[in-house]
């Protein structure tokens, strides 16, 4: 199964007649991802008939939020709740840790749609601790690439998470995924999602051929 990150309506809607099978909608390429706007996605909703999972995340750098940050998060959940399929966010308290308590009220907001714990799951030390205090305040998914610069950096990681997950959680690899590398990604770690952006020059619109080959490979 392939989610394609997707930082415009154009890349979307080709990701979609690629074959995807879900969209992950965000704004920001530059940043790796914020929140996408609420016009935006409800255009899309219109066009496409694959699930969206919008980014929750209102800006770059730090995955440690202020109160106001936290607000706004949890009042985007409010507003996208009727148009998104499920939401993509992660937050870490001052330690550098899951902070338990803000994520678990997040995906009780977002419920009962599907929530997925982003790469601020990266930054975290202990990933196996982290993995079971994610799978406690309810996501359903991890996108990791192991603590790596890319998945296949990261890909004896993310191994050990697939293993010690034991389909209590899904572990979506992430982080430099193309065509080139995902046939070996999914043999390794034995993964049933599989997540990139496809972008294979210096633009921000998917490459069409690109997520044809990562979806017959995946």
Known sequence: MLE????NNHSACLAEEAGADRIELCADYAV???TPRLEDCTLLRNKVQIPIFVMNRPRGGSFVYTEAELTKM???ISRFKDIADGFVFGVLDESGMVDVAQNTELVTLASPKSCTFHRAFDQIPDKLHALEEVIRCGFQTILTAGG???AVAGIETIE???ERSQGRIAIMPGGGIRSSNIADLKSTVGSQWFHSAAITDRDEVADVNEIRELKALS
């Not at 394609?4 to 930082?7: D, K, Q, R, T, V």
């Open 4 to 7: 394609i990150a997707c930082f």
């Open 74 to 76: 949890r009042d985007d």
């Open 160 to 162: 050990r998470l697939v």
């Open 148 to 150: 790596g610069t890319s």
């Open 32 to 34: 790796g991802g914020t």
